[in-house]
């Protein structure tokens, strides 16, 4: 019983965790003037939320949590997908994915 | 005791995968450093009693979003980025609200009432039984029971936004209608020219 117990990390941890590493998601967000590295720092995020997700679900014992995050899962990969595809016809059009130099809105 | 030491040092890599993938001045650099960061998050999901998440994180997050990635940086050759931003005063800026945001989030987070309302430890061991589950918390089969019961509906409308997702990655990434098919048939290209 000792030994079972022994591993177990209290939520709390989990949840700060989650916080930081979310708002090292936003400030890449906020710093990175990359389309690319936004992107990455957007999937920081999601993951981060998913991490409080998982926690709680293991917190309350519901598995809902968890089916949760395999649905943020799937959303992200629609989300990526969708995404890089727009960026690489930005680049076609612009020959830059720098999102400073992307003020207007003519093709 | 040892779970918690363990937690720290994984919490210690994610964390500082994180501040690199911020600080790389190389894409692909931060995309590995992203998978670092990933790689951790699907070992905190095994400690916390989620194996079927945590497999596929590794598989859907770490292996085929990050291969995505990696395509895309390679195939625009984006590899070099530049730090600095054009408006000078953003960084200090950012840096402060992103300190700010980690600060209160923490502090609301360990408030009493927050805590209070979390059971502080669960009480899950690695064999325990879901409610009304005949297999453990979290296993695959939990899981499926749970996704093709009570999330069915939900479960099929992500089949039509990964379906929907693909057609519009087709139509946004490839070229301009004709142009590829022109540029294959060099013939084709010299007629319609002649033509003008």
């Known amino acids: 019983m000792f030994e079972e117990t022994s591993f177990l990390v209290p939520t709390n941890y989990y949840i700060i965790l989650s916080a930081i590493l979310f708002a090292l998601g936003v400030g890449g967000v906020l710093l990175r003037r990359n389309a690319i590295l936004i992107f990455m720092s957007v999937e920081l995020m999601l993951n981060a939320a998913n991490l409080a997700f998982v926690a709680f679900a293991r917190s309350m014992f519901n598995l809902d949590g968890q089916v949760f995050v395999f649905f943020v899962m799937t959303v992200a ?7 890089l595809a727009l960026i690489v016809a930005i680049f076609r059009s612009k ?13 | 005791m040892l779970g918690t030491i363990l937690f720290f040092i994984l919490a210690l890599i994610a964390i500082l995968a994180a501040i690199g993938m911020l ?3 190389n894409a692909v650099h931060a995309t590995l450093f992203l998978v670092i960061n990933f ?3 699907a070992l905190f999901y095994l400690g916390l009693n989620a194996p079927f998440l945590a497999m596929v994180q590794i598989t ?3 292996g085929a979003i990050m291969v995505l990635f990696l395509f895309v940086i390679m195939l625009l050759g984006a590899e070099r980025v530049q730090l600095n931003s054009t408006l000078r005063w953003q960084v200090p800026l950012g840096i402060v609200l992103v300190v700010a945001l980690m600060v209160v989030s923490a502090v609301v987070l360990l408030s009493p009432e927050v805590s209070i309302s979390l059971p502080s430890v669960a009480p899950v061991a690695a064999d325990t039984q879901s409610e009304g589950s005949n ?6 089969q939990a899981i499926g029971e749970v996704l093709f019961n009570r999330y069915l509906l939900p479960f099929e409308m992500t089949g039509v936004l990964l379906l929907v997702a693909m057609v519009g990655a087709i139509v946004l990434a490839r070229d301009e209608a004709g142009k590829t098919i022109h540029n294959l048939n060099p013939q084709a290209d010299s007629e319609s020219s002649a033509a003008d």
């Open chain 1, 95 to 107: 020959k830059s994915i720098d999102i400073d130099e992307l003020h207007s809105m003519e093709g």
């Open chain 2, 135 to 140: 297999y453990g918390f979290g296993s695959a």
């Open chain 2, 60 to 62: 859907v997050y770490a």
């Open chain 1, 77 to 83: 990969a629609a989300e990526v997908a969708v995404g």
């Open chain 2, 39 to 41: 790689t951790c998050i």
């Open chain 2, 23 to 25: 600080t790389s001045t």
